[in-house]
């Protein structure tokens, strides 16, 4: 027959391990998996979004060319930076917490929630100056193109641009921009929350790296869809 | 089969090295996506220079992705269910773009008043403006767009 | 009884031993619990209050649409009432009954674990449904929606003057419910199955949940964003899907039904997922074909996400798409033909027992053939102009739905009874009942086929152009009236059997399955030693076994009689 296995399996001296698994292996690999299958919605989440701007875009080429280029691409490579030097950190945190080096793992969270700082700060700017020549989505709008986007936006002295199409970028842009920036503030609270609990010496993080790496995929796809954000609206060619 | 086993539990721990050098490879190719985007390449076959730009724009991008799933995020050492999910979401994605096949073959149907129109494919009546003759003497007589 | 082992032999605690149910009576123990069965327990009385809910705006729709010129309603309240009924039904009741409450409760029995992947995870999933559900409720009762359950723009998002955000925001945090329950499955049966349970052993019903779970996991983000774009547009008086800034209402359109053609197949998955269970066991016979119902589960998973153009036919598609959606819609019948024809080959030759599940699940096999079969009509582009939006429609999908679903639900809910509260309630009643819902169905969405490729449209509250359509209409209230009996009385008797039923063995049914491995009501970790799975599930002897082993001991004692009446012979 086979090998009875007894009712207990050890939980007590590896409190890591939760009841309804066999063993240490079968939990890790299950979150990992779990944490995955919680990212394809993710991609599917924004992945509509990006749909809705690919159809958009091939439509109004011009406009959206137009309404882009009071987009600062110096902002955004540096935040585009930003996002991947953090990306790096949060990986030599899960690294850390592997090592079980715990010092290490609080400090690089750390600069990974400085970056992220960082990140919205630029975001703030960037939606000010937006916010400031009304092109922000809504009923009021920019109605005039000539003053918000300047001389390319005029053609032989007749503006190029049509403003409702370019509403139609803006409404993208903070849409798609914004819920990025709600992922990163709800990252932020996630790593502050893991920060305190390594902080605090927490059988949770320390016993098992794994919540650590869950916390870390999740920050990496954050930046995985800046990686598509940032080409698609501020390095957009110009259609001819 | 067994669902309790954890020969798939690596703990495969990456050098920093790895780490380092990937870093550098996506703030490189970052550079080299913003600098490509200043210059107006050149059409290749039937697709214009704007679509090269974009698609070399894009090929970047999903080159960094590929860095960060595979190495950041672990993939490359990951169980195989685990890469099934990573596929799973992007291929479910390619599926929702199946709806450009809407957009893509409207014109081909030849609408009166609807005439296809040269920038783009939403569907927009023809203005006021452009009056369309009837096609011939045996239209009913029904006034569609005038 | 199956080819499981339970190592020690020892199959069924004593009678007072403590179960899931009785190991704590604390509400805490309850609201803040992670054991899967107590969850599926709490979407079971949530459920069953959202479904009352909607049925009661079912009723007040059969009720208006009694005479021709409206009864009570005015045109506004009426969409109201339909639109309350379609949102409840589909995003509070069939996308989340099946799979939360028989999918939670017995994903883990099913397959030898203690409890799911995540628990706190799965109660947290139950939370979320009820914040949900909450919202939908307050939005309905501080003004409600009036734009059916589609949601369709610009209506919706620009000139609908009804609580859509609100509304809109409850489906938003009941689909994270989904999602969730969704991930909990799939890890849970990748990762957690007993030693020697290979995917080929696996029920049919886990394999139908696991199908279920990929499009839960994969579609309903769509719809998520969809639906919250739509409050982005009303809370911006911004028009991204209609044309006023140069958007696109049928772009609306794909995204809604990418995600809704995957949730009608989340509502019907679980039901064939029961089916397949019942209909086994109830004609104590292997399933006919177990791979191919079991690949038919995934390619309806996967060929689902590729038909969501055949809700829009008259859309001002492109044609070419239509085509294409048309073909595939075809092809999408075909595993679910399968299954049927499966499930009539498990049956014959089988050692049928009539009792009160298996009276539901072939309620089922009728009721679904007709609904999948009127499906195809609506399938094909060109007949579809003509019935697009009439009664037709309707009653296919109620067919479908109320049939499919709801008959799966109820017997799902019989045959499950005693493992789940360890009481027996009166089979007697219970097969009339069956009987009765399927009498009362048919009355009432039959006729509204009828009346459908007649011309009535749907979503009508009068229909003073053709009074002719009345007497269907009233066949159709008299059979809703037969059809509310029918729902109603297990709410009785079901709970009565809570106080005065007999105490329930473990396997009352004498059916096959881990689940009837262990006690009823079961243990909080399920079973008391890790089950170790020999052999496939559905392994039936094709004599009844218990005439096999009458029929041996009768051999036996034969024997014994022979030997007992020649002794000389044996001791020389």
């Given at each position: 027959m086979a090998a009875i296995t007894p009712a207990d399996h050890g939980h007590g001296h590896d409190s890591a391990l939760h009841h309804q698994f066999e063993d240490i292996g079968q939990q890790n690999d299950s979150y990992i998996v779990g944490m995955w299958v919680f990212l394809s919605t993710e991609v599917m989440f924004f992945g509509a979004l990006f749909f809705i701007y690919t159809l958009y875009r091939w439509n109004y080429q011009l406009d959206f060319y137009i309404a882009h280029e009071h987009l600062d691409v110096k902002l955004g490579a540096i935040n585009t930076t930003v996002l991947l030097f953090s990306s790096f950190t949060m990986v030599m945190a899960v690294q850390s917490a592997q090592l079980k080096k715990r010092m290490f793992v609080i400090g690089y969270l750390a600069v990974t929630l400085v970056c992220a700082f960082i990140f919205l700060t630029i975001k703030y700017f960037e939606y000010s100056s937006k916010l400031a020549d009304h092109l922000y989505p809504g009923a009021g709008f920019a109605t005039d193109g000539h003053a918000a986007f300047g001389e390319h936006a005029m053609e032989a002295g007749k503006l190029a641009v049509n403003m409702n199409h370019a509403q139609l970028f803006y409404s993208l842009y903070f849409g798609m921009t914004g819920l990025h920036a709600v992922h990163i503030i709800a990252g932020i609270l996630v790593i502050l929350a893991l920060i305190r609990l390594w902080f605090n010496k927490a059988k949770s993080v320390t016993l098992d790296y794994v919540p650590t790496e869950m916390v870390g995929l999740y920050w990496h796809f954050v930046d995985l869809v800046w990686i598509f954000l940032f080409p698609l609206f501020y390095l957009m060619p110009k259609p001819h | 089969m067994a669902s309790n086993s954890s020969h798939s539990h690596e703990h495969h721990i990456v050098s920093t090295g790895t780490y380092f050098l990937t870093l550098l490879a996506l703030v490189g190719l970052m550079i080299l996506t913003v600098w490509i985007a200043g210059f107006n390449l050149p059409s290749i076959g039937p697709f214009s220079g704007t679509v090269v730009n974009q698609v070399v724009a894009l090929v970047i991008a999903v080159a960094k992705a590929l860095l960060v799933i595979t190495i950041f995020m672990g993939v490359r050492w990951s169980s195989t269910l685990a890469k099934l999910w990573v596929a799973s979401g992007f291929v479910t994605l390619i599926l929702l773009f199946g709806i450009l096949g809407d957009y893509t073959t409207r014109h081909y149907e030849h609408q009166r008043g609807w005439e296809a129109r040269p920038d783009g494919a939403l569907p927009r009546s023809t203005p006021d403006e452009e009056v369309i003759p009837p096609a011939n003497a045996n239209d009913l007589n029904v006034k569609i767009r005038q | 009884m199956s080819s499981t082992v339970i190592p020690s032999g020892e199959l069924q605690p004593h009678v007072d031993e403590t179960n899931y149910l009785n190991v704590s009576h604390t509400i805490s123990s309850w609201l803040l619990t992670g054991d899967h069965k107590r969850i599926a327990l709490l979407y079971l009385v949530s459920t069953s209050f959202f479904f009352f809910l909607g049925s009661v705006a079912a009723g007040l729709i059969r009720y208006e649409l009694t005479s021709p010129a409206g009864v009570v309603l005015e045109s506004d309240t009426y969409n109201k009432v339909f639109s309350s009924h379609g949102i409840l039904m589909v995003f509070t009741f069939l996308v989340v009954a099946i799979p939360a409450i028989f999918g939670n409760f017995l994903v883990p029995l099913m397959i030898g674990a203690r409890d799911l992947a995540f628990p706190r995870l799965n109660l947290a999933s139950w939370y979320m449904y009820m914040t949900g559900g909450t919202l939908i409720l307050a939005g309905m009762v501080f003004g409600g929606v009036d734009t059916g359950w589609t949601f369709y723009t610009p209506y919706s998002s620009m000139y609908s003057n009804g609580q859509v955000t609100m509304v809109i925001i409850g489906i938003f945090i009941a689909g994270f419910s989904t999602i969730t329950t969704g991930i909990n499955f799939v890890v849970t049966i990748h990762k957690m199955r007993a030693p020697g349970m290979t995917w080929f052993r696996l029920p049919l019903f886990i394999w139908a949940m696991y199908a279920t779970s990929l499009m839960m996991i994969l579609a309903t983000p769509v719809v998520a964003i969809t639906l919250l774009l739509v409050v982005y547009e009303r809370t911006f008086k911004l028009p991204i899907f209609s044309p006023e800034l140069g958007g696109d209402p049928v772009l609306f359109q794909h995204l809604f039904w990418f995600y809704s053609h995957p949730a009608v197949y989340i509502m019907i998955l679980p039901a064939f997922a029961v089916i397949s269970e019942l209909i086994a066991n109830f004609s104590r016979k292997r399933i006919f074909g177990y791979h191919f119902v079991a690949f038919s589960s995934l390619a309806i998973a996967g060929l689902g996400f590729?038909?969501?153009?055949h809700h829009m036919f008259v859309s001002s598609q492109s044609m070419y798409e239509s085509i294409v959606f048309s073909l595939i819609s075809f092809l999408v019948a075909v595993p679910s033909a399968i299954k049927i024809f499966n499930w009539m080959a498990t049956m014959y030759k089988g050692n049928i027992r009539l009792q009160s599940p298996m009276i539901y699940a072939i309620a089922f096999l009728m009721i679904f053939t007709v609904g999948g079969l009127t499906g195809l009509f609506l399938g094909a582009a060109g007949t579809d102009i003509h019935l697009t939006a009439t009664y037709f429609v309707v009653a296919h999908f109620h067919y479908v739905m109320v049939g499919g679903t709801m008959l799966a639900f109820l017997g799902a809910l019989h045959y499950w009874w005693p493992k789940m509260t360890g009481r027996m309630f009166a089979d007697g009643i219970a097969r009339v009942n069956a009987v009765i819902v399927f009498i009362g169905f048919n009355l009432t969405f039959f006729p509204q086929f009828i009346v459908g490729w007649l011309g009535m449209p749907r979503r009508y509250h009068y229909y003073y152009f053709a009074p002719e359509f009345q007497a269907y209409h009233i066949m159709s209230t008299l059979g809703a009236s037969v059809l509310g009996l029918g729902f109603i009385l297990p709410a009785f008797y079901l709970t009565k059997s809570l106080f005065t039923g007999e105490k329930a063995s473990a396997n009352p049914w004498g059916a096959h399955g881990l689940e009837w491995e262990t006690s009823s009501p079961p243990p909080t970790s399920n079973f008391l030693e890790t089950p170790i799975v020999m052999d496939e599930v559905y392994d039936f002897d094709p004599v009844s076994d218990h005439a096999e082993d009458l029929r041996r001991i009768a051999e036996e004692q034969q024997r014994k009689l022979n030997d007992s009446n020649r002794p000389s012979e044996d001791h020389n």
């Open positions: - | - | 590729l038909v969501w153009g």
